[in-house]
């Protein structure tokens, strides 16, 4: 079994940071894509971030700019920079990533339990 396991998130200040984490463990072959996605109260779950395994990045617009993320392919892990933060970035934030699973041909999709990060003065 893959499980993925987030860590940082937190109440912070309008203006402040907060970087989050995600690592995966299991029989894990190789990791492709890695992705961070929020999901605010009634509102559905979007992706804020994506990441190749080579490095390729790709942005939601409210967070170019702001947001960082990167990938320690050593230890199975993804991190979120998150700068400048806006009270409109209030969710709960959830690590993605598609793992091929040792033994198995295909990759298949993983979820994260969910880290909340509040923005608030």
């Known amino acids: 079994q893959v499980q993925l396991v987030e860590s940082g998130g937190g109440l912070v200040q309008p203006g402040g940071s907060l970087r989050l984490s995600c690592a995966a463990s299991?029989?894990?072959?190789?990791?492709?894509?890695m992705g961070w996605y929020r999901q605010a109260p009634g509102k559905e779950r979007e992706l804020v971030a994506s990441i190749t395994r080579t490095g390729d990045t790709q942005y939601a617009d409210s967070v170019k700019g702001r947001f960082t993320i990167s990938r320690d392919n050593a230890k199975n892990t993804v991190y979120l920079q998150m700068n400048i933060l806006k009270p409109e970035d209030t969710a709960v934030y959830y690590c993605?990533?598609?793992?091929?699973?040792?033994?198995?041909?295909?990759?298949?999709?993983?979820w994260g339990q969910g880290t909340q990060v509040t923005v608030s003065s």
């Open positions: 299991g029989s894990i072959f190789s990791i492709n894509d």
């Open positions: 993605n990533a598609a793992v091929r699973r040792s033994g198995y041909m295909f990759p298949n999709e993983y």
